[in-house]
């Protein structure tokens, strides 16, 4: 987008780089807007359950994947999730990080990983076990959409924020998301 790539709509997992958009003058002001808000799972594709103590329970040679913190949000949101529960310092010989949440979650379901802190969304009917850590563990993944400068005439992309706003939240919603009131 920086380097003049022709998109339209910029769905992000968060809510820094569309307001940085904003700022810097490449997305239109005022178009930018929370379109849904992400959940944090703990998911092993091998164990029967999981819960919180799932974690304080990890054999020597079992790994916990997470995203990078530095760079993912669902990365930021599990290590404030371990930190809050006293276990980052603990967790540390067990972590493998990946890149970004896909990532991650494909070191879980490969079996690189016995169990991995992912999005909820992405597991939505996959088998194995999974845990939602409390919300209160964790800042909001809030995600954020915004309609970019090249965008700014064209009458779909107009239509699909409108429709982001309104008629797809409830499809929002069944994918695993919360949306905003």
């Not at 959940?39 to 995203?67: C, G, M, V």
């Amino acid at each position: 987008i920086r380097h003049g790539a022709p998109f339209d709509v910029w769905l992000a997992a968060d809510e820094a780089h569309p307001l940085a958009l904003e700022k810097d003058g490449l997305a239109v002001p005022g178009t930018r807007f929370t379109y849904a808000i992400g959940k944090l799972a703990l998911w092993s594709s091998t164990r029967p359950s999981l819960n919180e103590k799932s974690l304080s329970s990890l054999a020597p040679a079992d790994k916990l994947a997470i995203a990078n913190p530095q760079l993912a949000p669902y990365g930021a949101a599990a290590q404030a999730v371990l930190q809050k529960l006293g276990l980052w310092d603990a967790m540390q010989a067990h972590l493998v990080t990946g890149q970004n949440i896909g990532q991650t979650l494909q070191f879980v379901a490969s079996g690189a990983a016995t169990m991995g802190f992912v999005a909820y969304s992405e597991i939505r009917g996959k088998g194995g076990a999974s845990w939602l850590p409390p919300q209160a563990l964790y800042p909001p993944l809030v995600q954020q959409a915004v309609l970019l400068k090249h965008g700014a005439n064209n009458a779909a992309a107009t239509a699909w924020m409108d429709y982001l706003r309104t008629t797809a939240r409830p499809a929002i919603r069944e994918a695993g998301y919360d949306t905003p009131e």
